[in-house]
């Protein structure tokens, strides 16, 4: 059973444009939800995120939009870049399993010059 | 700033061998993990210890045994290698407060013959 659900498998975007990667989860506890990025040969690293307590949270042109009612949340890269094209996961956090991460499935990003 | 060293990198092994990988880390982190990558599939957790001497199923345990040698170290044996099998391996650890923000390791690439 997945626990966090990622979409689109991959997308392709030209440099400049607005990405959006979505997340969707089932588990209304969940209390902390993250966003890894992993280039091409490297490992993953977190890249930005959010707690339930807001539904916004920025750094520099990442964005994560939150909905809780929903039980989605999603991450938009504003004037994407090349160097931006990585694979992103979603995650999400279960506070009372000892905070262990469940990670969605991915998304490949390509931006086009 | 830290490390984590995962060793081997490559790894090649035959259907039914019993295989061992080993993760480093010098972060002093208390929280260690370790994470198989499937392409299209994620991060999927097999095992993690949260402390020194603890030791925890993940999702994907079955097959897999882990050991916690000492805080800075934590392997992981694949009891019975499948034919074909294709993945890679990550470790990771975080800081017992912050179990949300795992640093990664450059990962073991598996495949069995």
């Known amino acids: 059973q997945q626990q966090v659900r990622q979409s689109p498998q991959s997308l392709t975007v030209w440099e400049g444009e607005t990405a959006i990667l979505n997340c969707s989860y089932e588990d209304s506890t969940f209390d902390y939800f993250p966003w890894y990025h992993q280039f091409p040969g490297e490992s993953p690293a977190l890249l930005i995120a959010?707690?339930?307590?807001?539904n916004k949270k920025e750094d520099g042109r990442f964005t994560i939009f939150f909905n809780k009612r929903e039980k989605k949340f999603s991450l938009h890269i504003a004037d994407s870049q090349p160097g931006d094209s990585a694979t992103y996961f979603c995650a999400a956090s279960l506070a009372s399993s000892g905070q262990k991460l469940v990670f969605g499935q991915g998304t490949i990003l390509k931006v086009y010059l | 700033g830290g490390i984590i060293t995962q060793t081997p990198k490559f790894l090649i092994g035959q259907e039914g061998q019993k295989l061992t990988l080993k993760c480093q880390q010098n972060?002093?982190?208390?929280?260690m993990y370790w994470y198989r990558q499937d392409s299209g599939k994620g991060l999927r957790l097999i095992y993690y210890?949260?402390?020194?001497?603890?030791?925890q199923k993940g999702d994907l345990s079955e097959g897999y045994d882990a050991s916690r040698e000492k805080k800075s170290s934590f392997s992981l044996t694949v009891t019975s290698a499948q034919k074909n099998e294709m993945a890679v391996f990550l470790c990771a650890s975080s800081i017992l407060g912050d179990q949300n923000t795992l640093y990664f390791g450059a990962g073991t690439r598996l495949s069995v013959l």
């Open positions: 959010i707690r339930p307590v807001s």
């Open positions: 972060f002093n982190h208390d929280t």
């Open positions: 210890s949260i402390t020194e001497n603890d030791l």
